[in-house]
């Protein structure tokens, strides 16, 4: 008997899935159980469609995907998520495996690429597009020589995507004025007197 995977598909261009629909479904192996255009829709029935897999977009509209990833993971922790996009932005990329995606794929991946890929990542795999694979490689290509503490590298990462100091608190569960602390710090350590020259410095010395 054959165990059948139950696949959500979140997509905004009908045509694309409609497309994602049809190449899973063929195979007896995966059922997909519904498709949106929409995370609000999906999140709607999350629980109904039970799937053990969602493919998801990430410039969708009403939520973003990446928002979307992050309140799937929450009602459904056991989901795996696999992200199909256009984008081979860094920020998004890392933004959407931070959020919990096990893969990243582009849309111009072919559909015995996106097929393997379902496979992998339900045994457990990451898999991801050549050019994405490469961003994160690049990642981990950190200076290891930082004058910066682990906690001072994740206040700069947080800076660097545009976040407030008060959400930059939130996410690391510090108060603001600990926040304060880390960036006169940061600017001390890296000889720079504002956030431009702090940032500027970071990327060209491989610090985030």
């Given at each position: 008997?054959?165990?059948?995977t139950k696949i959500t598909?979140?997509?905004?261009?009908?045509?694309?899935?409609?497309?994602?629909?049809?190449?899973?479904?063929?195979?007896?192996?995966?059922?997909?159980?519904?498709?949106?255009?929409?995370?609000?829709?999906?999140?709607?029935?999350?629980?109904?469609?039970?799937?053990?897999?969602?493919?998801?977009?990430?410039?969708?509209?009403?939520?973003?995907?990446?928002?979307?990833?992050?309140?799937?993971?929450?009602?459904?922790?056991?989901?795996?998520?696999?992200?199909?996009?256009?984008?081979?932005?860094?920020?998004?990329?890392?933004?959407?495996?931070?959020?919990?995606?096990?893969?990243?794929?582009?849309k111009d991946t072919d559909?015995?690429?996106?097929?393997?890929?379902?496979?992998?990542?339900?045994?457990?795999?990451?898999?991801?597009?050549?050019?994405?694979?490469?961003?994160?490689?690049?990642?981990?290509?950190?200076?290891?020589?930082?004058?910066?503490?682990?906690?001072?590298?994740?206040?700069?990462?947080?800076?660097?995507?545009?976040?407030?100091?008060?959400?930059?608190?939130?996410?690391?569960?510090?108060?603001?004025?600990?926040?304060?602390?880390?960036?006169?710090?940061?600017?001390?350590?890296?000889?720079?007197?504002?956030?431009?020259?702090?940032?500027?410095?970071?990327?060209?010395?491989?610090?985030?």
């Open positions: 008997m054959i165990n059948v598909v979140i997509e905004d261009n009908e045509a694309v899935k409609d497309g994602l629909a049809l190449i899973i479904g063929s195979q007896q192996r995966f059922h997909v159980v519904n498709t949106y255009t929409n995370c609000i829709d999906a999140l709607k029935n999350l629980k109904k469609d039970a799937p053990d897999l969602v493919l998801i977009d990430l410039e969708l509209p009403g939520m973003h995907g990446i928002e979307g990833i992050k309140r799937i993971l929450r009602e459904r922790p056991h989901t795996t998520i696999l992200v199909i996009s256009v984008h081979e932005d860094g920020k998004l990329v890392f933004e959407a495996l931070c959020a919990g995606a096990s893969g990243y794929l582009t559909h015995i690429r996106l097929l393997n890929a379902i496979d992998e990542v339900l045994s457990g795999g990451a898999p991801m597009s050549s050019k994405i694979a490469s961003l994160v490689v690049k990642s981990f290509q950190r200076n290891l020589n930082t004058p910066l503490s682990d906690r001072e590298t994740d206040v700069l990462t947080l800076l660097s995507r545009g976040k407030t100091y008060h959400s930059i608190a939130d996410e690391l569960f510090i108060s603001v004025e600990t926040v304060k602390t880390h960036i006169r710090n940061i600017y001390q350590k890296l000889h720079v007197t504002n956030k431009t020259e702090a940032l500027k410095k970071a990327v060209k010395d491989k610090l985030i």
